[in-house]
C-alpha cells in the first residue's frame, strides 16, 4: 500500500510525491506481474512498465514509443514543454531523451553557499533557545525554591505562581525531549518518521503548550477575582484553579491523540496543516481571547479602584503590585500567536521561528523575574531571612571566642 505521510517542510513534500508516484507504479507492476502469471494468459509482450525513479513508465508494445513531460512538481521544476521520450526495443526500454536533467529545468533554489548559510542559521537558532530554556529553567526552578522555603510566602497566589513556574519547566524538558528524539540521529528520514516514540514526545510538548497557555490564563482569573471578590476567601477556588490549569489541557491531548490515531495516524503527528491540528490550536487561541477580554476588564477595575476616593493608598499600591506583572504577560503571551494564527502555517516560517523558539525560550525567566525575584514581598522575606542568619553567624561566632577566651 502507498505510504501515507503528511509532510511539514516542502522538501519533504518533494520526497512524498515520488514515494507516492513509485507505490501507484509498483501497484501497476504488480497488477501486471499477476495478469500474466494466470493459467492461459498469453503474457506480457513488448516492454514492461517500468519506474526509473522519477516516472512511471507504462508497458507498450516492440517499435512503439511514450513521451511525457517533466513531473509537475511545485518550486522544484519550471513550467516546460518539453517531453521527455523512450521507445520500447526488442532489448527493453531505450534511454530517456533528453535525459530529465537536460529537458527539466530545476527551480533557482540557490547555491550550495546558500543551503550551509540555511544549516548554520538553524544551528544558531537550536543554541540560541537552548540557551534560552536553560536559564529559563534554572530561573524557575529557583524561584519555586524561594516559594517554597519560606513559609511566609505559602499562599494561594504564590501556589498558581508554582503551578505557572512548573508549566515552563514542563514546556522547556518537551522541546529538549523532542529534539532529543527526532534529531538525535542525522540518518533518520523525518519525512517517514513514524514511531511511538516520537508521537509520545509531540503528545507531551503538545500537552505542556497546552498547560503553559492555560496557566497563564488562571493567573488572569485569579487577579480578577481577586479585584471582584475583595473579602471572599480565595482558597476555595484553588482546585477549580489546578481543574483548569492542568485538566484541561490533559482532556485536550487527549482527544487529539485518539483523533490523530484513529483517522490520521501518520508520520509523528508534528504536521500543522492536518485539520487535525485545531483540535489543539482552538483551546491554545480560545485561551488567549479569553485572556484578552480580562486583560481589558481588569485594566478597567484597576482605573476603578485607583481613582476611587474611598480607596486608600496602601490598598492602591497593593492592587498596583498585583496586576503589573499579569497585566504585562497577557499580551506578551497571546499578541504574537494570535497573529500568526491569522496565516497559513508555511506563512512566515522564520518569523515564526524565531518568535516561537528564541524569544519564547526566554518567558519562563521572564515570568520568575516578574513574579519571583522583582517581587516585594519575595525581596524582604529574603532579606529579613538573610538578616537573622547573619546575626546567628555572628552570635555563633562570638560565642566560639568566648569559649576560648575563657577557656
Not at 6 to 28: G, M, N, V, W
Request: proline share 4%; hydrophobic share 45%.
Amino acid at each position: 500500500p502507498p505510504p501515507k505521510v503528511r509532510a511539514t517542510h516542502p522538501d519533504c513534500s518533494i520526497i512524498l510525491y515520488f514515494q507516492e508516484q513509485e507505490a501507484k507504479c509498483l501497484e501497476i507492476i504488480r497488477s501486471e506481474r499477476q495478469t500474466s502469471a494466470s493459467p492461459g494468459h498469453p503474457g506480457q509482450q513488448g516492454c514492461l512498465t517500468e519506474w526509473d525513479g522519477v516516472s512511471c513508465w507504462l508497458a507498450m508494445p516492440v517499435g512503439q514509443s511514450r513521451a511525457i513531460a517533466c513531473p509537475d512538481i511545485l518550486h522544484v521544476f519550471k513550467k516546460s514543454k518539453a517531453l521527455i521520450q523512450r521507445n520500447c526495443t526488442e532489448s527493453g526500454w531505450s534511454f530517456p531523451s533528453p535525459p530529465y536533467y537536460s529537458a527539466c529545468e530545476l527551480e533557482d533554489t540557490g547555491s550550495s553557499n546558500n543551503t550551509e548559510a540555511k544549516a548554520s542559521y538553524f544551528v544558531t537558532m537550536k543554541v540560541l533557545y537552548t540557551c534560552g530554556y536553560s536559564t529559563s529553567l534554572a530561573a524557575l526552578f529557583l524561584a519555586i525554591g524561594i516559594f517554597s522555603c519560606f513559609r511566609k510566602l505559602h499562599c494561594t497566589r504564590n501556589s498558581i505562581h508554582i503551578h505557572f513556574f512548573t508549566s515552563f519547566i514542563l514546556r522547556g524538558a518537551a522541546v529538549f525531549i523532542k529534539d532529543a528524539v527526532l534529531f538525535s540521529d542525522e540518518s533518520i528520514d523525518h519525512c517517514t518518521m513514524s514511531t511511538v516514540n516520537c508521537k509520545a514526545a509531540i503528545a507531551f510538548f503538545q500537552y505542556s503548550v497546552l498547560a503553559n497557555f492555560y496557566w497563564l490564563l488562571v493567573e488572569g482569573m485569579y487577579l480578577q477575582t481577586l479585584l471582584l471578590l475583595t473579602f471572599t476567601s480565595d482558597k476555595r477556588y484553588i482546585w477549580w484553579y489546578i481543574l483548569i490549569g492542568w485538566g484541561v489541557p490533559m482532556l485536550t491531548v487527549c482527544v487529539w491523540v485518539v483523533t490523530r490515531l484513529q483517522y490520521d495516524n501518520h508520520g509523528c503527528w508534528d504536521d500543522y496543516t492536518s485539520l487535525y491540528w485545531w483540535v489543539i490550536k482552538a483551546p491554545i487561541l480560545l485561551a488567549i481571547f479569553v485572556n484578552f477580554l480580562i486583560f481589558l476588564n481588569v485594566t478597567r477595575m484597576l482605573a476603578q479602584k485607583i481613582w476611587s476616593p474611598d480607596i486608600s493608598k496602601n490598598y492602591k499600591q497593593q492592587y498596583m503590585r498585583l496586576t503589573k506583572s499579569t497585566l504585562l504577560l497577557i499580551p506578551l503571551f497571546g499578541v504574537h500567536y494570535v497573529v500568526f494564527a491569522l496565516f497559513p502555517e508555511h506563512i512566515g516560517v522564520d518569523a515564526r521561528l524565531y518568535f516561537e523558539l528564541v524569544l519564547g525560550s526566554y518567558q519562563g525567566f521572564l515570568v520568575a523575574l516578574l513574579y519571583c525575584f522583582l517581587n516585594g514581598e519575595v525581596q524582604a522575606e529574603i532579606k529579613r531571612n538573610w538578616g537573622k542568619w547573619q546575626t546567628s553567624m555572628e552570635s555563633n561566632v562570638f560565642n566560639l571566642v568566648t569559649q576560648d577566651f575563657t577557656a
